[in-house]
């Protein structure tokens, strides 16, 4: 555990979890502040993508919404369990079995809008600039960031608690923020701990 702490996870870690079936983070569905967004109709339909999708409830609600979404998860048991859900309710989806930052250059400037829930927290603190590096390359100019970023209030990880101050310090060059603020309408076990962004390319 306390090498886990230090380092982070490597890709066998998060594995491990999809074998034994304990998905801790997993919502169960998509996360409700995206509805609210979706109803609100800040989120339109165009190229979607979501980075460290797991099972992928969000990749499927907007699936089924008229989205062109793209996946991406590097664990196999992520992959295959969102490729059967989609199978099952016959949805269309790209599902890419990679490593996030090592997305090919095909994908530059190729989204209008990415998601983020638990996985900004779920890589190491270290990683975070290669984050927003990826996260800009891949989306088009003016493309929009919504983000569910996770404040445990917690040492170590993951989940690595990610402060207002993160968000803003990583982000700003980037980004314009559209709406940075506590997330009222979080699911129950995330109560208080989310903050909500959305954020425009610069
Ligand atoms: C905490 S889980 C969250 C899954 C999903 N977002 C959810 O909320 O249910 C983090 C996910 O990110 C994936 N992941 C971690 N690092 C990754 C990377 N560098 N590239 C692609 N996927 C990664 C893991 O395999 C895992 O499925």
Redesign the pocket.
């Known amino acids: 555990m306390a090498d886990e702490i230090r380092n982070g ?1 490597e ?1 066998d870690d ?2 491990k979890h ?1 074998d034994e079936n304990d ?1 801790a ?3 169960g569905e998509v ?1 409700q502040p995206f509805v609210r967004l979706w109803e609100d109709n800040l989120l339109m339909p165009g190229t979607l993508i ?9 990749v499927i609600y907007f699936a089924e919404r008229g989205f062109q979404v793209t996946g ?4 196999p048991g ?1 992959v295959s369990l969102l490729q059967d859900s989609l199978k099952r309710k016959n949805l269309n989806a790209q599902v890419l079995h ?4 090592e997305l090919e250059a095909k994908h530059d400037r190729a989204y209008d809008a990415l998601l983020e ?3 900004f ?3 190491h603190p270290d ?1 975070r600039p290669a984050y927003v590096e990826t996260v800009s390359r891949i989306l088009k100019p003016g493309g929009l960031l919504f983000g569910l970023f996770y404040e445990t209030g917690e040492a170590g990880g ?2 690595f608690n990610t402060t207002e101050a993160d968000v803003r310090n990583h982000f700003s060059e980037a980004f314009d923020f559209d709406r940075l603020e506590k997330c009222t309408f979080s699911s129950e076990q995330r109560k208080d701990k989310e903050w909500l962004a959305v954020m425009r390319k610069k």
């Open positions: 996870y890709q998060w594995q999809y998905l983070w997993d919502l996360a979501v980075p460290g999708c797991g099972q992928g409830h969000e991406v998860d590097f664990s992520a990679r490593n996030f930052f829930q638990t996985f927290c779920a890589i990683q993951p989940p």
